[in-house]
Structures are given as structure tokens and as C-alpha cells.
């Protein structure tokens, strides 16, 4: 299966944060699974770390780093995927999570997010 990592649960997962829920930690160590995680993840770590904020503690550049270390795969940003925003419903509103979901989608891909 592949699974799509919402930026906190990819942050969570390489920190064995106690927030990263039961259900997402068998996902994720699964035999069968191959974990992704988006470019879109690695802008908004970069962006919202910039800015100082709390909940993003390491910059782009490490989280790519630590990514590539568990062994997850990258995903780049297609044309596809920025046209399937257009189809989403509008109660997505956050820019980063609308991508993700996109991507999701088109792949398709397991999108686990924090709420899981």
C-alpha cells in the first residue's frame, strides 16, 4: 500500500512523537507499505520553520535529511496534482492540505493525516 504522510504525521513518525496515533504507526510499519512523503510537506516545513513556528522544529533541509533516513520515498509535485485541486471539495481550505489531498488522489495514495 502506499501512504501519503500529512507533514505532522511525517514529523511526528520521525520522532516517535506520542501524537502519531496507534493506527498510524501500524500503517506506517506495515510489511506491505511504502511510505511517502510530498515536496509540498518539505515547502511547508521550510516556510512555517522560517517563520518561527513551534509546531515545525527543524528546517526543510533537516526534515529532508531525517526523511531520507527512515527510508521514506519523495513525491514530487505534478501538473495533475495541481489540477486536481480544482475537483476538491471547498471544506479543505488550508493550501498545503489541499495539495496533499490532490495528490492523493491522483497516485492514488492512502493520505494519513492527524486526525487518523
Known sequence: MNILLD????????TDNKNLSDKARELLLAPRSTVWVSTISLWEITIKHRLGRGDMPVSGRDA????NQAGYRILSIEPEHALAVEELSLHHQDRFDRLLIAQ????PMRLIKHDL
Open 7 to 14: 507533514t505532522h504525521v511525517a514529523l511526528w513518525a520521525i
Open 64 to 67: 529532508l535529511h531525517y526523511f
Open 104 to 107: 492523493a488522489v491522483v497516485e
